[in-house]
């Protein structure tokens, strides 16, 4: 599996648990996030997220930002990109069973590092319902 992973100045740690998770399960993953705290412009690394997923260059995303909303705007603004927000395990679990998320954003500055990467084990690991819920994510996009 392809992960694309992208960070703003909030999440450099977080972003580095996550890719151990990550490449200890196996994954291919393309960081495109800061290494330091310096302050850079979250859009520039949403982008190349979901364009790794809009492009199907990536199987899933994670962006990750102080409050996690700019990013994911950034990312949702992508064709094809369900970029939900998730502040804990069940709303990552619901963000795949209902609404087939394939991008997570992580809110940085109001999650644990241990919350983000069990949201992020959960996100990954629960397939999409799909049954009503499929006839819902079909008119999400506009096209």
């Not at 100045?9 to 151990?20: C, E, T």
């Not at 949403?46 to 899933?60: Q, R, S, T, Y």
């Not at 994911?72 to 970029?83: I, S, Y």
Request: hydrophobic residues 40%; proline residues 2%.
């Amino acid at each position: 599996m392809n992960i694309s992973i992208g960070n703003d100045h909030a999440g450099p740690a977080y972003k580095q648990a996550i890719i151990k998770l990550l490449e200890s399960r196996g994954y291919k993953v393309t960081n495109y996030g800061t290494d330091d705290f310096s302050s850079v412009d979250y859009p520039d690394f949403g982008h190349k997220v979901a364009f790794d997923v809009e492009e199907g260059k990536a199987d899933f995303g994670i962006v990750i930002c102080g409050s996690g909303n700019g990013i994911a705007m950034t990312a949702n603004k992508h064709q094809g990109v369900r970029c939900a927000l998730c502040w804990t395990k069940e709303i990552a679990e619901l963000a795949r069973l209902h609404n087939d998320a394939n991008v997570i954003s992580i809110p940085a500055r109001y999650t644990s590092i241990e919350q983000a990467v069990a949201m992020v084990e959960a996100f990954l690991d629960t397939k999409f319902e799909g049954g009503r819920h499929l006839t819902r994510v079909n008119k999400i996009a506009c096209s």
